[in-house]
C-alpha cells in the first residue's frame, strides 16, 4: 500500500485574493482600533505589496509592527467588529482557481494544509471553511483578553519547512509525493521539503527560482466569493478574529515593503 500524501498551500496571494489588513482597515478605523492615517497607508501599502515581495529583512521588521499596531487591542472587541463586517468585506476573498486545486487534491485522496506566517485568527476558520485537514500558522500571545503584541510561534520561512516535516513524520506523508505551492521566495524551504512544488503568482525572486529549478508556475487571477464555492458557517468567535491574522502577517509586510520604498526614494 501507498504511503498517504498532502498538498501544503501558504494563504496570501496563493489562496487569498486580498490582504485582510486593507479588507478590514476602515472596519478598524471606525472601531476606534486605528487611525485614518492607518487606513490610508495601508492602502498605499497594499499597492506595493501586490507588485513586490520581502525578503527576511523586511519580514522581521513583522515583529516591531505587530507590538506598535496589535499590542492592548482588546479581543473581544476585535471580535465584534470583524463579526459585524466579516460577510460584506470578504467577497470575494479566495481564489477560484487555488478552490478548484484544493478540491482536485481532496479527491485525489491528499489531505490539504494550509501552512502560512498569518495568524490563527485567519487561518483556522479558512481552512476549516475549505475543508482544510490541517493548519500551521503563526500564534498571538493573549493575556488577560488582550493582544500582547509578542509572537507564540512564527511559522515563517525555514519554520514552515520544519512544520511540514513534523507533519509528515506523524501522519506519514510521503514527501515525495507530496504538493506544496506558494507565491514568495521566503517559502522556497517549504517547496523543497516535497517533490511537487508549484510557484503561484510568485514574486521575482520565487520566479528565478522556479526557472533555475524547473518547478510550474501556476497564475491565479479569478477571484470569487467564498459563498458562492464553500457554504459559510454563521459568524461568531471562530470567525469573528478573522482580520487579526492577517494585520499580523500581511501588515507587516506591508509597512516594511512601503517603509523600504520611502527609504530609497
Not at 196 to 209: E, F, I, M, Q, S
Request: glycine residues 8%; contains cysteine.
Amino acid at each position: 500500500m501507498s504511503r498517504p500524501t498532502a498538498a501544503f498551500f501558504d494563504l496570501d496571494k496563493t489562496i487569498i485574493a486580498k490582504s485582510s489588513t486593507l479588507a478590514f482597515s476602515k472596519p478598524f478605523q471606525a472601531g476606534g482600533l486605528i487611525s485614518r492615517r492607518a487606513v490610508l497607508r495601508s492602502a498605499y501599502a497594499q499597492f506595493v505589496y501586490l507588485v513586490g515581495g520581502a525578503d527576511h529583512d523586511q519580514m522581521e521588521k513583522l515583529r516591531q509592527f505587530l507590538s506598535s499596531l496589535v499590542g492592548g487591542w482588546d479581543v473581544a472587541t476585535v471580535r465584534e467588529i470583524v463579526a459585524d463586517t466579516l460577510h460584506h468585506v470578504v467577497d470575494p476573498l479566495v481564489y477560484d482557481e487555488a478552490v478548484s486545486l484544493i478540491e482536485e487534491h481532496r479527491l485525489a485522496g491528499r489531505d490539504v494544509v494550509i501552512v502560512s506566517t498569518s495568524g490563527s485568527e485567519v487561518v483556522e476558520p479558512i481552512g476549516e471553511m475549505l475543508g482544510a485537514d490541517h493548519v500551521v500558522a503563526t500564534r498571538l500571545e493573549i493575556v488577560e483578553g488582550r493582544y500582547t503584541g509578542e509572537i507564540e510561534y512564527y511559522a515563517y520561512a525555514e519554520e514552515k519547512a520544519v512544520a511540514v516535516r513534523q507533519l509528515a513524520e506523524e501522519r506519514g506523508y510521503d514527501l515525495a509525493e507530496c504538493y506544496a505551492y506558494s507565491d514568495s521566495i521566503t517559502d522556497v524551504p517549504m517547496l523543497e521539503a516535497v517533490g511537487h512544488p508549484y510557484a503561484v503568482n510568485p514574486d521575482r525572486d520565487l520566479r528565478k527560482v522556479a526557472a533555475t529549478n524547473g518547478w510550474p508556475v501556476l497564475v491565479f487571477v479569478k477571484p470569487v466569493a467564498l459563498r458562492a464555492r464553500v457554504p459559510l458557517p454563521p459568524a461568531g468567535p471562530t470567525l469573528a478574529a478573522l482580520a487579526v491574522g492577517g494585520l499580523a502577517a500581511v501588515g507587516g509586510v506591508l509597512w516594511a515593503n512601503a517603509r523600504r520604498r520611502k527609504l530609497e526614494a
